[in-house]
């Protein structure tokens, strides 16, 4: 069971720029994807970036192309997503969530049966 935890969330103002980070432990990397989620209140999570631990691919949701980038550091188990250009509808909570299941490219970005999920970190874009 891998255990996940996300932090670098915070205010920030339209056009601006935040880097999250997602540790793990319990994990190796052998196998599997992590994928980044945003959850606005009363609403379902939305994926909006995968990445394949072995492979390095990468999967992006259309809203976030050209503005946002993840990636990893194996050596210390870390996932990232760089968030350039935000906008206030990026606001949300963010979560990371990780699995190694065979996914199609759209189910990537479905948070059903995700094996692991991080306690999530909140992103506000606001002047």
């Known amino acids: 069971e891998v255990q996940l935890v996300e932090s670098g969330g915070g205010l920030v103002q339209p056009g601006g720029s935040l880097r999250l980070s997602c540790a793990a432990s319990?994990?190796?990397?052998?196998?599997?994807?992590r994928t980044w989620f945003r959850q606005a209140p009363g609403k379902a999570r939305e994926g909006h970036a995968t990445?394949?631990?072995?492979?390095?691919?990468?999967y992006y949701a259309d809203s976030v192309k050209g503005r946002f980038t993840i990636s990893q550091d194996s050596a210390v188990n870390y996932v990232y997503l760089q968030m350039n250009d935000l906008k206030p509808e990026d606001s949300g909570r963010y979560y990371c969530a990780q699995d190694t299941s065979t996914r199609s490219v759209s189910d990537l970005f479905s948070p059903l049966n995700y094996n692991g999920w991080g306690q999530g970190t909140q992103v506000t874009v606001s002047s």
């Open positions: 990445i394949y631990f072995r492979s390095g691919s990468t």
């Open positions: 319990g994990y190796t990397y052998d196998k599997g994807y």
